[in-house]
């Protein structure tokens, strides 16, 4: 008989029934994560590279994919394995409240940026749409997120996984089918997986496309889900663990094809459609140049994406920020509350009239800074045995880890060095 148990900070789940449970139900939390690779910050980076470099910047794409897959199941197997998901376990270790009280305060940031470039690209989406001013385009998005969580804290990590997979299957849609309508030049395709920059301006749009690739409120996420779905109760069931890290590796495998694809075919559409064409430098941009270059349904389309992109991801990212709050301040936020506060930002932002494609890129800026934060952490835990036990890393995959960890975090320097030296 399955049980159901409750605990702070923690979603009512049914504890996994044994191997007669379809392999099936063991999906889905990658695929929640993984929307975190779909962001309005996304669009914006692999829009902008596509049309400014053509297919210069493919590799950057397929490399930050590979590395996401390495990073997120490494996220997923510490959730699965000790029951805690990565602010807990780092909370635990701090021996100071300072130190956890310092660290928590950078990670709330890059959450609140994440917020912020969510909210904003839901906006622009409802704006291109509907004509719905930006202000009340952020009302809308933050209203749709809190139900989106009201789903999550009521129904469970389930219901809430079938409506963000549902919402992903629109971002593919929406930005997919132009694709097909304006097909790439496969030479130029092949041709771009060759590692190479064209100045320093190819560098920074690489390291953009990177840092809105792997950001750090996916892989606090993603430790939280893998628990809250398969760990519910924090006790440990090491028979299933073996099993439930081969099926994590499938979930994750299908989550980033997703992910990689969606942001390729951005990539391709603009090089395809867009590259040399003034204007394509922001979304709304992009949005006008597909519809005299292609059509307004692919235009419409996008636009479509963009609005399911920025919905799903901010309800992801609320999620992750209160996970946030709970592991690492030990104290409770209901994730409704904290939709409420990490909307403000958003709010004040598009009521002061600042340009929406301009905050998209200070967000991902923000984000840079926490990235060597989350993924230090994650690969030392994940390696050591006294937390992992028999399920700790092999050596090939910790020095993979590492390597992954250098070239992320040296790209997210060159990053913030261009930003602030106009280099």
């Known amino acids: 008989m399955s049980k159901t148990a409750t605990s702070p900070g923690r979603v009512s789940a049914p504890a996994p029934r044994r191997p007669g449970r379809r392999a099936a139900w063991l999906l889905g939390p990658a695929l929640v994560a993984g929307v975190a690779y779909l962001d309005p910050g996304n669009v914006a980076s692999n829009m902008t590279a596509g049309a400014r470099y053509g297919y210069l910047l493919v590799w950057v794409v397929v490399i930050g994919n590979v590395m996401a897959w390495l990073i997120q199941y490494l996220s997923a197997k510490l959730g699965i394995v000790t029951g805690r998901s990565l602010p807990e376990a ?18 709330e940031l ?22 719905v001013p930006l202000l009340w385009g952020g009302v809308i998005t933050g209203a749709v997120s809190i139900v989106l969580l009201l789903i999550q804290s009521r129904r469970g990590a389930r ?11 629109i971002i593919a849609l929406g930005f997919t089918y132009g694709v097909f309508l304006a097909p790439p030049d496969p030479a130029g395709v092949v041709a771009g997986l060759v590692p190479r920059f064209e100045g320093s301006d190819s560098v920074l749009l690489a390291a953009s496309i990177l840092g809105a690739t792997i950001m750090p409120h996916a892989i606090y996420a993603h430790s939280a889900l893998a628990r809250d779905r398969f760990r519910p109760t924090g006790l440990p069931l090491e028979d299933d663990t073996p099993r439930l890290l081969r099926a994590t590796k499938w979930d994750v ?51 479509v994406g963009l609005l399911a992109s920025g919905l799903a991801s901010t309800a992801v990212g609320a999620y992750a920020g209160a996970e946030i ?72 995959t910790t020095i993979a880890g590492i390597l992954a960890s250098v070239f992320l975090i040296a790209l997210n320097a060159v990053l913030l060095w261009l930003v602030f030296t106009g280099g």
């Open 110 to 131: 890059v959450a609140m940026a994440t917020d912020v470039a969510e909210v904003i690209g839901g906006a622009v989406a409802l704006w291109l749409l509907f004509g």
């Open 90 to 107: 780092l909370g635990d270790r701090f021996r100071t409240t300072v130190a956890r009280r310092a660290y928590w305060l950078q990670a």
């Open 253 to 303: 495998t299908i989550a980033m094809a997703i992910a990689g694809t969606v942001n390729l075919c951005i990539l391709l559409l603009a090089a395809a459609s867009l590259a040399g064409v003034p204007g394509t430098d922001s979304l709304e941009g992009a949005h006008a140049a597909l519809e005299a270059g292609i059509g307004p349904v692919v235009a419409t389309l996008f636009a």
């Open 325 to 396: 709050m709970h592991g690492l301040l030990r104290v409770r936020v209901p994730l409704l509350a904290r939709r409420l506060v990490t909307l403000i930002p958003a709010l004040i932002i598009l009521a002061a009239g600042v340009d929406p494609t301009f905050a998209l890129i200070i967000s991902q800026v923000v984000l840079s800074f926490g990235i060597p934060f989350a993924l230090i952490p994650l690969v030392a835990l994940t390696a050591r045995r006294d937390v992992l036990g028999v399920h700790r890393n092999r050596l090939i």
């Open 159 to 169: 219901s809430f996984e079938f409506v963000i997979i549902g919402l992903v299957l």
